[in-house]
């Protein structure tokens, strides 16, 4: 099946550092698929944070950035940087084009800020 | 931003019992979806759904589960009867469309089977 491999936590920085979450990722049912990072802050629910759909591609929001590159199938995420609201989980995931069987996840990576 | 609400955060039940786990959906949002986290596992997709029908629904979706959601109410999830495998946290999930990826997630729903 589909599986979505992301950098084990907890991961702490301190402020303005820069971060990086590394994402590979195996589709043996999808040749090319859809790949995201959604993140959790506390006390609120998974969101969309950056997806991209093309390989080759680069997605970016909030300062986090993203390039999809299927020759060595990873998803990296990166920020410059980062600031104390960026201490949140980031879960890597993967999908096809009609989602029919939903979002493979990663298993989240804990990030805490330190000022 | 667009918010879900689930209740109840946390359950305790005995084992064989049912639970009904309940999701409040962004408003406007067409296409609904549960998820299931084992402890230090992923989060892995159960079943989506969509005007008044189970779309799709994977292998985790055993036949004592359930879904639907009367009257554009709560989307909720039932398990009846339980076992000490669906010890688990529940996540529910909308989306306006179908084809984007873009879920919006609740904080989940955590029970404990005993």
């Known amino acids: 099946g589909d599986s979505v491999t992301q950098t084990e936590g907890p991961v702490t920085v301190s402020e303005s550092e820069s971060l990086i979450i590394n994402c590979t990722y195996s589709a043996t049912s999808i040749a090319y698929p859809n790949l995201f990072w959604y993140v959790r802050y506390p006390g609120e629910g998974l969101q969309l944070l950056l997806k991209v759909i093309t390989a080759g591609q680069k997605g970016s929001s909030r300062g986090f950035e993203a390039t999809y590159n299927k020759e060595t199938t990873s998803f990296h995420l990166q920020k410059a940087s980062v600031q104390e609201s960026d201490s949140a989980v980031y879960y890597c995931?993967?999908?096809?084009?009609?989602?029919?069987?939903?979002?493979?996840f990663g298993l989240g990576t804990r990030v805490s800020v330190f000022p | 931003g667009p918010k879900v609400l689930q209740i109840p955060s946390h359950q305790i039940i005995d084992m064989g019992q049912m639970v009904t786990l309940n999701c409040d959906p962004v408003s406007n949002h067409l296409y609904f979806y549960w998820y299931k986290q084992i402890l230090g596992q992923q989060m892995e997709f159960l079943v989506n759904?969509?005007?008044?029908?189970?779309?799709?629904k994977s292998k985790l979706f055993k036949d004592q589960f359930s879904v639907e959601r009367p009257d554009g109410s709560y989307f909720t999830l039932k398990i009846q009867p339980t076992a000490l495998e669906d010890s688990a946290v529940y996540f529910c999930?909308?989306?306006?469309?179908?084809?984007?990826?873009?879920?919006?997630f609740g904080e989940g729903s955590k029970l404990t089977v005993l």
């Open positions: 759904f969509y005007n008044g029908k189970v779309m799709e």
């Open positions: 999930a909308s989306s306006l469309v179908l084809n984007t990826g873009q879920l919006y």
């Open positions: 995931a993967l999908g096809d084009d009609n989602y029919a069987q939903g979002l493979t």
